[in-house]
C-alpha cells in the first residue's frame, strides 16, 4: 500500500518501493543538486550569449554605469535592459531535468484527490 505523499522522500519511497535508504538519501540528494545549479547555469548561458552576441554589451554596460551600482536586494527595476537580457536567456535555454524517476503505475485520479482531501 501507498503512503500520500506528503514531500519528495515518500514519492521517490513509492516509486522505488525496493529502495534502500541509502538508495532514497542519493536520489534525495540528486533532486536537490539538481535544482541549487541553476542559477549557475543561467549565468553561464548569459555570459555565452554576451559572446555570442557582443552588440549587447555596450548598452548593458552603459546601462549598468548609468544607475549607480544597484544593490543586490532589490529588484532589477533600476536595470530593465539587464532584467530583458536575463530573461531572454532563460527562456532561449531552459535549464531543464534530464532524467525522471519513473513511477509506475501512475496515481488514479481517485488516488490523486483522496490525498489532496487528507
Not at 513509492?14 to 539538481?34: S, W
Not at 554589451?57 to 539587464?82: C, F, I, T, W
Request: charged share 15%; glycine share 2%; hydrophobic share 40%.
Amino acid at each position: 500500500m501507498l503512503l500520500p505523499q506528503k514531500d519528495t522522500v515518500q514519492w521517490i519511497i513509492n516509486c522505488r518501493k525496493k529502495a534502500t535508504a541509502e538508495q532514497v538519501a542519493q536520489q534525495a540528494l540528486a533532486y536537490i543538486f539538481g535544482s541549487a545549479y541553476q542559477m549557475p547555469m543561467l549565468i553561464s548561458f548569459a555570459l555565452y550569449n554576451l559572446c555570442k552576441h557582443p552588440e549587447y554589451l555596450e548598452p548593458l554596460r552603459d546601462e549598468n554605469v548609468k544607475s549607480g551600482g544597484v544593490r543586490l536586494n532589490h529588484q532589477n527595476n533600476e536595470l530593465p535592459l539587464l532584467d530583458s537580457f536575463m530573461k531572454e536567456t532563460a527562456r532561449m535555454n531552459p535549464v531543464t531535468i534530464c532524467t525522471a524517476l519513473p513511477c509506475y503505475p501512475p496515481p488514479s485520479p481517485s488516488q490523486i484527490f483522496s490525498s489532496l482531501l487528507d
